[in-house]
C-alpha cells in the first residue's frame, strides 16, 4: 500500500513549530471545516479579513459565516472548488472580492480546508472579461490608424527603390528608406493582428499536440537555450479553442518567457495543465458565471515584470523592455479572450517564479 506524504514526513526538528502554529501563521486567510461543513478551525488572517473572531465562528456553517458564491452549492463532494474574483459576503463586514479555493484534507474524509486570498481592486490584474471603454477606443484607433498609414508607406517605399542611382551614397540612404519603411510595416501587421474581429474557429480539441509542436518551435529556435519542464494532467479532456490563435497564444508567452529569462542562470520554462473543479468567472456585471476548468501555465523562473507595470501588461503599449512595442501581451489577451477565456500574470511561490494562466472552457 502506498504511504502518504504525510507518513513519510521526517521527525520534527529541535525547536520547530507544530501544525498549529504554522496553521495560525499562514498568510492567507484559511479555515478548516468538518465533515458537517463546520467551522473547526481559523487562522488570525481569516479573522483579520472576515472581522469575526476563531471562538466566534468554531461550529458554525460555512455558509452562516460567510455567503459564498451561488456555484459553490454545485460542486461535487469530494472535489476540489476554485473560483477567482468572486464576491463573498461576510456576516460581519462588507462584501469582498476574494479567490475562493476549498481543497479536500488528505487522509481524513470530508475534511475541507478553505482558504480566501483578497486582492485590492486596485492590484487586480486584467483578465479580459470586462473591457473598459478606452481599451475599445484604443483598438479602434489604433485600426485605423493601421490602415491610414500603410497606404503612404508604400508610396514611400516605391519613390525611394525610384531614387536609387549608380551613386553608392544615394543607394545605401535609399536602402536605408527601405528598411526602414519595412520595418514599421511589420509593426502596423502587428497592430493589426491586435485589431483584428474575425470571429475564430472554436472546436473541441486536444491540447497536448498543439503543445507539442510550440515547445518544438520555441526549442529550435528562440529558446533554444533554456531548459524545459512539464507538469501536465493526463486525463485533460478536449478543449473549446482555435488551434491556430491557441498556438499564437503559447508562441507568444513563450518569447515572452524567453526574453525575460535573458541573464537569467539556469533558465527554465515549466509548462504545466490540470483541471480545477468548480473554477468559474464572471462574465460581466449581471451576467452568470461562465464555467473554465482548463488552466494552462506558463511558468518562468525570471525576475518578473516591473512593478510599475505588473497590473497593465495586457493594455496596448505598455512593455518593459527597452525594445518592446507593447504589443504581444494584449493580442494574447485578445485572443485568449475571443475563445472565450481569461489570462492573468502573477508572481507566485518560493522564490518567486512568473506564472501566465490561462482558463478555457472544456468542450461538452
Not at 482558504?115 to 475599445?136: F, I
Not at 529558446?223 to 499564437?248: M, T, W
Not at 508562441?251 to 495543465?273: D, F, S
Request: hydrophobic share 40%; with cysteine.
Amino acid at each position: 500500500m502506498a504511504l502518504s506524504s504525510s507518513r513519510l514526513r521526517p521527525p520534527p526538528q529541535p525547536g520547530e513549530p507544530d501544525l498549529g502554529e504554522l496553521f495560525a501563521a499562514l498568510p492567507v486567510a484559511t479555515l478548516l471545516l468538518d465533515p458537517q461543513g463546520r467551522v473547526a478551525r481559523a487562522n488570525a488572517a481569516c479573522e483579520h479579513l472576515l472581522n469575526h473572531s476563531e471562538r466566534a465562528m468554531l461550529g458554525q456553517r460555512f455558509e452562516t459565516v460567510l455567503e459564498p458564491p451561488p456555484e459553490y452549492r454545485d460542486r461535487r463532494d469530494g472535489h476540489g472548488f476554485a473560483a477567482f474574483d468572486v464576491e463573498i459576503e461576510p456576516t460581519r463586514s462588507p462584501k469582498l472580492k476574494v479567490d475562493l479555493i476549498e481543497a479536500m484534507v488528505t487522509d481524513h474524509p470530508g475534511w475541507r480546508v478553505v482558504t480566501l486570498h483578497h486582492v485590492p481592486a486596485s492590484h487586480r490584474l486584467a483578465a479580459g472579461v470586462e473591457r473598459t471603454a478606452g481599451a475599445r477606443a484604443a483598438i479602434g484607433a489604433a485600426a485605423m490608424l493601421a490602415h491610414e498609414i500603410k497606404n503612404p508607406l508604400s508610396g514611400i517605399r516605391g519613390a525611394a527603390q525610384l531614387l536609387r542611382t549608380g551613386n553608392e551614397g544615394d543607394a545605401e540612404l535609399t536602402q536605408l528608406i527601405t528598411d526602414e519603411v519595412d520595418r514599421i510595416a511589420a509593426l502596423i501587421d502587428r497592430m493589426q493582428d491586435f485589431t483584428d474581429t474575425r470571429p475564430l474557429k472554436i472546436d473541441p480539441t486536444n491540447i497536448y499536440p498543439l503543445l507539442a509542436h510550440v515547445r518544438r518551435v520555441a526549442t529550435s529556435g528562440f529558446a533554444r537555450e533554456i531548459i524545459f519542464e512539464e507538469r501536465f494532467d493526463p486525463s485533460l479532456p478536449p478543449v473549446l479553442i482555435d488551434s491556430d490563435a491557441f498556438q499564437q497564444v503559447m508562441i507568444n508567452l513563450l518569447k515572452n518567457a524567453a526574453e525575460a529569462l535573458a541573464g537569467t542562470p539556469e533558465a527554465r520554462v515549466t509548462l504545466a495543465t490540470a483541471y480545477r473543479h468548480g473554477m468559474s468567472v464572471s462574465t460581466g456585471p449581471g451576467r452568470p458565471r461562465q464555467p473554465l476548468p482548463i488552466e494552462i501555465l506558463v511558468i518562468d523562473n525570471g525576475p518578473g515584470a516591473p512593478a510599475d507595470i505588473a497590473g497593465h501588461l495586457f493594455e496596448p503599449f505598455v512593455s518593459g523592455k527597452p525594445e518592446g512595442k507593447g504589443l504581444g501581451l494584449p493580442l494574447v489577451e485578445k485572443l485568449v479572450r475571443d475563445m472565450r477565456g481569461i489570462v492573468q500574470y502573477a508572481r507566485e511561490g518560493e522564490p518567486p517564479e512568473t506564472v501566465f494562466r490561462i482558463l478555457l472552457p472544456r468542450a461538452a
